[in-house]
């Protein structure tokens, strides 16, 4: 017999069904709650909701297990690579060498944008931000590359591509645009990442020698990112696109949700803070012992949804020794992280706290020592983040219970009052 759930209210019962996930999770399904009862739940921050069923990716955070499709990050880490876990993520299996091939060939033919677009980078003011134009620009692609109301699953395919391998080329653009150079366009002899790199760094009075160790990092980087469930930004492009919005626009969307410095620009205030403690000359023990005394703020330990040690974490950590242990890359900021950690990691308050160190603590450190600016931070994380955007929107779309969302709310505003004349108010 199916397992349910009861609740009572004002003395009547009513009974909803429970679904398991096959991980054993569980869910109380409510859908017709306002229906039965007039009662609608409230969750703010929905902590406690979830708001589809999905196959993507897996994550306990107690445990600090996160999966791929079934597979362990840690697996994939070790021995995949960032566009066949993007294709993983985006169809659901591992592809074939012959399908892998015709993967990566879509994405280096999709890689240009409309030589039109290069009109929009002129145009804003010198120094704007990457992500402002990044988002501005994805959306703009819709008006380039007009979407269908009904897609085949050939022009989805062409869409997944053109979306996945332009982003790098805005992003590289964008920086370009920043700093005041021209911009250099992508090459099919290069792969995703070499690509993307030789695109930031070389000039046309520069070229750039790409060191095997910086695209591997940066690739994993990339990697670690693809993915992580209901977050802010995944769940912007979910809801977006239950709408049926243009997808280009649903993804300027979750590039826009990305940007906050809760979400996507994590990493880069940990580098601000390594570097107040790097300038101001403040110890770790003082800076930490401070923090007991709600003097100060950390940044990277801690998880909306990890209560134990970010997985991403301990993988990214490993590379940052990698790094920045070769000859004339030692970074003082890193051995200040080394020391936060140790504090962290030994020290009842922060382990009560569950204040374990997150993804973002080591992941600006690595960007760093690739040589990106800090303003680019966020940007790298929509590169890395736009499959799991993808698989999740598609998911979504061949989804035959999928409905344009649409949550309550508890209303707290003043009941019927009337109209006054503008004469008569006070």
């Known amino acids: 017999m199916a397992e349910t759930a009861k609740i009572i209210i004002e003395g009547k019962t009513y009974e909803y069904p429970v679904i398991i996930g096959t991980e054993g999770e569980k869910a109380i399904d409510i859908s017709s709650l306002r229906n039965d009862s007039g009662y609608i739940t409230l969750d703010p921050g929905y902590g406690n909701t979830g708001s ?8 306990d955070g107690d445990k600090g297990i996160l999966r791929y499709r079934g597979i362990p990050i840690e697996d994939l880490a070790e021995k995949s690579f960032f566009t ?3 294709y993983l ?4 299996d591992l592809p074939s060498e012959g399908q892998l091939h015709n993967f990566s060939d879509r994405l280096n033919k999709s890689s240009l944008i409309h030589e039109d677009m290069l009109h929009f980078f002129t145009g804003y003011p010198k120094g704007a931000h990457p992500m402002a134009i990044l988002t501005s620009v994805v959306a703009s692609l819709s008006a380039f590359y007009p ?9 989805e395919e062409i869409i997944i591509a053109n979306i996945m391998s332009q982003i790098r080329t805005i992003a590289a653009f964008s920086y370009k645009k920043s700093i005041g150079e021209p911009v250099v366009y992508p090459s099919n002899k290069l792969k995703f990442v070499e690509n993307f790199m030789n695109m930031m760094f070389a000039s046309p009075v520069k070229d750039y020698t790409l060191d095997p160790d910086m695209v591997q990092a940066l690739d994993l980087f990339f990697l670690l990112s693809a993915d992580h469930e209901q977050n802010c930004s995944t769940s912007t492009v979910r809801m977006a696109g239950s709408s049926l919005a243009n997808i280009y626009a649903v993804i300027g969307a979750g590039v826009s949700a990305l940007w906050g410095r809760l979400h996507g620009g994590a990493n880069q205030e940990v580098i601000e803070m390594l570097e107040l403690l790097r300038d101001t000359k403040t110890t770790p023990e003082k800076f930490m012992e401070d923090l007991k005394n709600n003097k100060g703020k950390l940044m990277g330990f801690g998880h909306r949804v990890y209560k134990n040690f970010d997985p991403r974490a301990a993988i990214i950590k490993k590379l940052c020794h990698k790094l920045l242990k070769r000859p004339g890359m030692n970074d003082p900021m890193f051995d200040i992280a080394l020391k936060l950690e140790e504090i962290a990691t030994h020290d009842d308050y922060f382990l009560s706290r569950k204040l374990y160190p997150n993804v973002d603590f080591y992941s600006g450190l690595i960007l760093r020592a690739i040589g990106f600016p800090v303003n680019m931070f966020t940007v790298l994380f929509a590169i890395g983040r736009v499959p799991g955007w993808l698989a999740h929107w598609r998911e979504m779309r061949h989804d035959k219970q999928t409905r344009i969302a649409r949550p309550r709310q508890v209303y707290q505003g003043p009941n019927t ?10």
């Open 89 to 92: 993520l985006m169809y659901g």
């Open 417 to 426: 009052r009337a109209y006054v004349s503008i004469h008569d108010r006070k």
């Open 147 to 155: 979407v269908k109301d009904n897609l085949d699953p050939a022009s």
């Open 52 to 59: 589809c069923q999905s196959s993507i990716t897996f994550i």
């Open 84 to 86: 066949e876990t993007a």
